[in-house]
């Protein structure tokens, strides 16, 4: 059983550089979210899910796009990407929006040169 | 607004000895409290949560956490450390109840080295 999958692992990028990172989960869940893990500020929310078609943000959304077509997948679009976007992303899902645990990828570590 | 407060951002331990790592709230309502661990390279997964019942909740891998109302505080222990748990540690809050997914907070994390 895979989880929460999430690529690639590293990238960098130069400011202005679009890219999207990829996330995937095999569990049949319903709520996917996208944090940003940066040192001494702990995890923020960027944007989350709670099902195919459906999104909304969350504490950072600014410079961030993202889409749900399809329950098991939820990328996380860099437009023009800024080196105050160089952090881990990490993806995250849970089988329903009352707090029940959530399982996260394992990382992408982003640097935006 | 809720938040959360982990005053050890580093602690180092002898293996086997006890460990406590601190946590406070601040939260309007009965919280959801949570504590994982991140090791490294890897994303978090789920030590133990707490919303109601017992104030002591059992983990996974021999840790403990106690919910203490009246002090805001929900520290994670663990009575002999192995080497294998040197990772960060995050507690997090969030509402009870349906539509809180996207509400909870993490803290900044303890990272935990284990010496032998």
């Known amino acids: 059983n895979a989880g929460v999958t999430q690529t690639p692992k590293f990238q960098v990028l130069k400011t202005g550089q679009s890219m999207t990172l990829q996330c995937a989960q095999d569990m049949n869940h319903e709520y996917m979210s996208w944090y940003r893990q940066d040192p001494g500020m702990g995890l923020r929310l960027i944007h989350y899910s709670v099902g195919a078609g459906i999104t909304d943000q969350g504490e950072v959304p600014n410079g961030y796009n993202v889409s749900r077509s399809t329950t098991e997948d939820f990328p996380l679009r860099l437009l023009s990407a800024a080196p105050s976007q160089t952090s881990v992303y990490f993806c995250?899902?849970?089988?329903?929006?009352?707090?029940?645990?959530?399982?996260f990828g394992s990382g992408t570590q982003l640097s935006v040169l | 607004a809720q938040s959360v407060t982990q005053p050890d951002i580093h602690i180092t331990v002898s293996e086997g000895a006890s460990l406590e790592l601190r946590c406070n709230y601040s939260y309007g309502a009965t919280p959801y409290l949570f504590w994982y661990v991140q090791s490294p390279g890897q994303g978090l997964q789920l030590l133990l949560k707490?919303?109601?019942?017992?104030?002591l909740v059992q983990g996974i891998k021999g840790f403990e956490a106690e919910f203490k109302r009246s002090q805001s505080s929900f520290n994670l222990r663990k009575p002999s450390v192995h080497w294998s748990d040197a990772a960060e540690y995050f507690c997090?809050?969030?509402?009870?109840?349906?539509?809180?997914?996207?509400?909870?907070?993490f803290g900044i994390g303890t990272k935990l080295q284990v010496i032998p």
């Open positions: 997090a809050v969030g509402p009870l109840g349906s539509g809180g997914y996207q509400k909870v907070t």
């Open positions: 707490y919303f109601s019942g017992d104030t």
């Open positions: 995250a899902s849970s089988y329903t929006g009352n707090n029940e645990k959530l399982f």
